[in-house]
């Protein structure tokens, strides 16, 4: 809703989906998203920050307010990890799982903001493209992603060794048999490559799908009274629906990571 | 929506959150967590140690005042018979010394009525002196006939 002239649903939609850019070098790929990496890296800080000072003078005896939520948090992922991963799970996978709870659930969050008047805000301070929501950019999810496909296959080597991960790709999980290792190898390439697609696109689906229906309900907003009334009932209603699902996929992006870890924790 | 360094930038960020928190947020939490779980089960212990001190203890206290029931109930028993034996006791000291008494009182009387006799007699002896000296008008020399005064006197 920046220059108001010319503005279409293209343009609206256009507005809000367009990143902050900056050009690192020759070519696509060295542009960088400076609102996603700012705002993940902010609320990173932020969520992180308040963690480490609330556990910085965590009591053994009886917990304040602020650290008995805290401890609630911690306790519930720490829970889930144990009903999964069976190992030491303090010494990574627990504390990777709440990570990338807190961070992802924070980074969701963001979606609650109302996007036109943080457009604004964002105008105002001189910045005419600046997205929220650094999960709607598919960069962050893959990211994630990225990272525990790589942390995956370095618990596997570090758990298994190298040959026993390899014997791994190529006799599971079929059977040993040389006639059956190229569908072994070939099952185990597809589920390589579809573990971090799914895993990322899920996340990325849903919020950015999320984002997109509170444009469209902006957008019948700006049509009229009726709209207007309609279109802030809606936003209200797909508001709170959002609240779940941005928990909802923060636990499920938590679940899967612990998930894939404890996998490549455990031999076949 | 394509894929630029910004991933590249964002996994950083992301293996530095993961570091920061495996590193300074999980491990002092959870140490404060399990020491209270390990206050938490060392006071439900000892509460269960106390309970059952506590048990014995009534058992015991139970134990003792029923033994000390018993030994008052034997030092009542005890008390009545010592008491009906002193009863029995005076009774026999009052039942001897009543015998001493009304034996003494018997001798006593016994020597009374023969110091009365023996007085009696000695007047009735002077008597008899005095009837036989009348009858003999002459006096009758005591000395003299003392022998035959005493014979009289015996047979009083």
């Known amino acids: 809703?920046?220059?108001?002239?010319?503005?279409?649903?293209?343009?609206?939609?256009?507005?809000?989906?367009?990143?902050?850019?900056?050009?690192?070098?020759?070519?696509?790929?060295?542009?960088?998203?400076?609102?996603?990496?700012?705002?993940?890296?902010?609320?990173?800080?932020?969520?992180?920050?308040?963690?480490?000072?609330?556990?910085?003078?965590?009591?053994?005896?009886?917990?304040?307010?602020?650290?008995?939520?805290?401890?609630?948090?911690?306790?519930?992922?720490?829970?889930?990890?144990?009903?999964?991963?069976?190992?030491?799970?303090?010494?990574?996978?627990?504390?990777?799982?709440?990570?990338?709870?807190?961070?992802?659930?924070?980074?969701?969050?963001?979606?609650?903001?109302?996007?036109?008047?943080?457009?604004?805000?964002?105008?105002?301070?001189?910045?005419?493209?600046?997205?929220?929501?650094?999960?709607?950019?598919?960069?962050?999810?893959?990211?994630?992603?990225?990272?525990?496909?790589?942390?995956?296959?370095?618990?596997?080597?570090?758990?298994?060794?190298?040959?026993?991960?390899?014997?791994?790709?190529?006799?599971?999980?079929?059977?040993?048999?040389?006639?059956?290792?190229?569908?072994?190898?070939?099952?185990?390439?597809?589920?390589?490559?579809?573990?971090?697609l799914s895993h990322s696109l899920r996340l990325y689906g849903n919020i950015y799908a999320g984002e997109i229906i509170f444009l469209l309900i902006g957008m019948w907003a700006a049509t009229g009274l009726v709209g207007t009334l309609f279109g802030t009932m809606l936003g209200a209603g797909w508001a709170i629906f959002h609240i779940l699902i941005v928990t909802l996929q923060a636990f499920i992006f938590m679940m899967l990571t612990v998930v894939y870890l404890s996998m490549a924790h455990e031999s076949h | 929506m394509n894929i630029n360094f910004t991933l590249i930038s964002q996994a950083m960020a992301f293996a530095i959150f993961i570091w920061f928190t495996v590193k300074f947020v999980w491990p002092p939490l959870m140490r404060a967590i399990e020491n209270r779980q390990k206050t938490i089960a060392d006071g439900l212990a000892a509460g269960e140690r106390g309970k059952h001190e506590l048990e014995l203890a009534s058992h015991r206290s139970a134990d003792v005042v029923k033994e000390a029931k018993q030994r008052a109930a034997d030092i009542i028993v005890q008390a009545e018979k010592r008491a009906s034996q002193i009863i029995e006791e005076a009774k026999v000291a009052a039942q001897d010394e009543g015998k001493r008494i009304l034996v003494g009182a018997k001798a006593e009387v016994e020597?009374?009525?023969?110091?009365?006799?023996?007085?009696?007699?000695?007047?009735?002896?002077?008597?008899?002196?005095?009837?036989?000296?009348?009858?003999?008008?002459?006096?009758?020399?005591?000395?003299?006939?003392?022998?035959?005064?005493?014979?009289?006197?015996?047979?009083?």
Request: charged share 15%; aromatic share 10%.
């Open chain 1, 1 to 196: 809703m920046a220059s108001g002239a010319e503005l279409t649903p293209t343009s609206y939609m256009a507005h809000h989906l367009t990143n902050l850019t900056s050009s690192l070098g020759e070519g696509p790929f060295w542009t960088l998203h400076i609102d996603t990496l700012a705002m993940s890296v902010l609320l990173g800080i932020i969520s992180f920050g308040f963690l480490w000072w609330v556990v910085r003078g965590a009591t053994s005896g009886v917990p304040g307010k602020r650290q008995a939520f805290v401890e609630l948090a911690i306790e519930f992922i720490d829970e889930q990890v144990k009903s999964t991963f069976h190992g030491d799970r303090h010494a990574f996978v627990a504390p990777a799982a709440l990570t990338v709870f807190v961070w992802v659930l924070m980074m969701n969050t963001m979606d609650l903001l109302p996007i036109d008047i943080m457009a604004a805000v964002y105008e105002l301070l001189g910045i005419h493209n600046w997205r929220s929501v650094p999960t709607t950019d598919i960069n962050t999810t893959f990211a994630l992603a990225l990272s525990i496909w790589l942390l995956m296959i370095f618990f596997n080597i570090k758990v298994k060794g190298l040959g026993g991960w390899i014997h791994e790709l190529v006799c599971t999980p079929f059977g040993k048999n040389p006639l059956l290792w190229p569908v072994n190898i070939l099952f185990n390439v597809v589920e390589y490559v579809s573990k971090p």
């Open chain 2, 111 to 156: 020597q009374e009525v023969f110091r009365a006799r023996e007085t009696l007699r000695q007047h009735v002896a002077d008597l008899a002196v005095a009837g036989a000296a009348k009858i003999l008008h002459r006096e009758v020399d005591a000395k003299t006939h003392a022998d035959l005064l005493t014979s009289i006197k015996a047979e009083l």
